[in-house]
């Protein structure tokens, strides 16, 4: 069967634009998580979604970074006016349910110019 | 708030010999314990976990992993390595408060096994 899949696989951006990241978590897994891998350093939890809702956003780093996940099923992570601190490939992972292993996608590498 | 540990950054092996990658965590609370593996251009996959039980957990490809409470360790290793196993190598820990499962994972910093032949 098909695994998280994440598009796109590349982006850049320029400083100040918004851009839109997703990922289609494996069929029938209600939880999905966000992580971001800076270079050189361990995927860092962003976001947990049960479900439609947000079970624990206290890994975004601010109120530029946004996440929704309307259907329970596929997810969009949102930054707005991006900074070329927030180059870093974001890894999306999802599981059957809370109490399940995580299953990562091959995430979106996103640089600002 | 937990952290983790990887010393090693890097660790060279010499094609079939036994390999050790360290991994320390601190919690103020009881943990569950991951080791996942990044090949190249690709994503995650799950080596192994410790949730309960025995301490000596044995996973994937010949890989095993001891949990020390006491040293709060929860050291990688292989008696014999291959060149497919040149990868990078994620510890990550769980808050044991989430209800038995993986919330966020905190990852240590990663450390690359490359094996020399």
């Known amino acids: 069967g098909a695994g998280v899949s994440q598009t796109p696989s590349n982006k850049v951006t320029e400083k100040g634009k918004y851009v839109e990241l997703r990922c289609d978590p494996i069929?029938?897994?209600?939880?999905l998580y966000w992580y971001r891998q800076s270079l050189g350093q361990g995927p860092e939890f962003l976001i947990y979604?049960?479900?439609?809702?947000?079970?624990?956003d206290s890994g975004l780093p601010n109120d530029r970074f946004f996440a929704v996940r309307p259907e329970g099923s596929v997810s969009t992570l949102k930054i707005q006016r991006t900074e070329r601190g927030d180059s870093a490939v974001y890894l999306c992972a999802s599981s059957l349910n809370k109490l399940s292993e995580q299953y990562f996608g091959p995430g979106t590498r996103l640089t600002v110019t | 708030a937990q952290s983790v540990t990887q010393l090693d950054s890097q660790v060279p092996v010499f094609e079939e010999a036994p390999v050790e990658l360290r991994c320390n965590y601190s919690?103020?609370?009881?943990?569950?314990l991951f080791w996942y593996v990044q090949y190249p251009n690709q994503g995650l996959q799950l080596l192994l976990k410790y949730l309960s039980g025995s301490t000596l957990v044995k996973g994937i490809n010949g890989f095993e992993a001891e949990f020390n409470k006491s040293q709060t360790s929860f050291h990688l290793r292989k008696p014999s390595v291959h060149i497919s196993d040149t990868a990078e190598y994620f510890c990550?820990?769980?808050?044991?408060?989430?209800?038995?499962?993986?919330?966020?994972?905190?990852f240590g910093k990663g450390t690359h096994l490359i094996i020399q032949p």
């Open positions: 990550a820990v769980s808050d044991l408060r989430s209800g038995g499962g993986a919330d966020g994972l905190t």
């Open positions: 919690s103020s609370v009881s943990v569950y």
């Open positions: 979604f049960q479900g439609t809702g947000a079970a624990d």
């Open positions: 069929s029938g897994h209600t939880a």
